[in-house]
């Protein structure tokens, strides 16, 4: 398999940290690439209209997006426990949850590009304070669930951590970790496994 | 249940419309509200960290989110066929043509956002054109892959019928049904279940 991605993005680092904690990464080659919403690549964009990575080619050649398709994909392919429950009440809390990693990272981006992409005289203040409203909501909703993110490896662990990870890569200013210390516990712990040290942005 | 949404809301209409083709809607409240990244909205607030729509709140009083989750957890309640394949092959296709829909809707959102919402001196086209890169290039593989969409009725289908539906309700100027005539037969048979008929955006 391929994984088309660029190591400084969260969702791609989902794929990459899910691979590694189920043994399925040395069956995967990682290939770098970058992708703006305002500029083309056409090679990512003729496996993935959208534009975005990650994509995986599978080894039957299907070219599989968004991060989230991918995750379950490669989940349904290795013999460990299952990262996605199957247990309705922990697969729907742990979807939920997974996906507000995922609108977290989104928000965050949408930031990045706000402020860094954006040319400065275009840039629209209470655009980027809405999104990082979403970010600080869901770092407290985060806080106050943090029971969540304990027990046996799932989605949602490798999902927020990720997200705070991004975080750190792209926000240090915010200083997240500040009134948030059963988060930032969750991380200095899950931060250390091998597979997210790997995948750390450089 | 509830389920906070807006009758304009593209991701909303697919929770309406599956509840409609399996049955559930009767058990389902629709409570309006509306959301907007640079607004604040508590009460969607409370219950999504990230303020955004459709929330849905089950009868065991979880509120869960995003619109992929709601979808996957309504399909678990019903009796009838199964909109989320289990064979997989058939799921990863349908699970990635969802997720093309869902990337198609995201971007159109973008845009609207851009040309709607931010003051105009603060636009920025190349961004707009880059994210309309994506919707175009969106609906040529949707046309190239049409075959897809016919069938028994799955996730995508009613995802795709509202990624077009929006399209219609606020890009009427794409006139996205020129050359593709697949795509424009398969909205033309869709749009009229009664499912999509009750859901359309006024």
């Not at 989104?106 to 954006?118: S, T």
Request: net charge negative; hydrophobic share 50%; proline share 6%.
């Amino acid at each position: 398999m391929q994984l088309i991605h660029a190591p400084a993005s969260p969702f791609a680092r989902k794929v990459r940290v899910l691979a590694s904690e189920t043994g399925l990464l040395p069956r995967i080659e990682l290939v770098d690439t970058a992708v703006l919403p305002v500029t083309l690549n056409e090679r990512v964009n003729a496996l993935n209209p959208l534009g975005k990575i990650p994509v995986l080619l599978t080894d039957d050649g299907e070219a599989l997006f968004d991060s989230r398709v991918i995750c379950e994909y490669l989940d349904s392919l290795h013999d460990q426990p299952r990262l996605f429950p199957i247990e309705p009440t922990m697969r729907w809390r742990t979807l939920r949850l997974a996906a507000l990693a995922d609108g977290l990272m989104e928000a965050a981006l949408l930031v990045r590009y706000e402020r860094a992409v954006r040319p400065v005289e275009l840039q629209w203040n209470e655009w980027a304070e809405g999104q990082l409203g979403k970010v600080r909501r869901a770092l407290l909703a985060l806080e106050a669930h943090v029971e969540e993110l304990q027990g046996p490896l799932h989605i949602a662990q490798i999902a927020v951590a990720c997200a705070l990870g991004y975080l750190d890569f792209r926000f240090a200013e915010l200083d997240w970790r500040k009134g948030l210390p059963g988060l930032a516990s969750f991380q200095a712990s899950f931060a250390a496994r091998a597979s997210m040290v790997e995948s750390t942005p450089a």
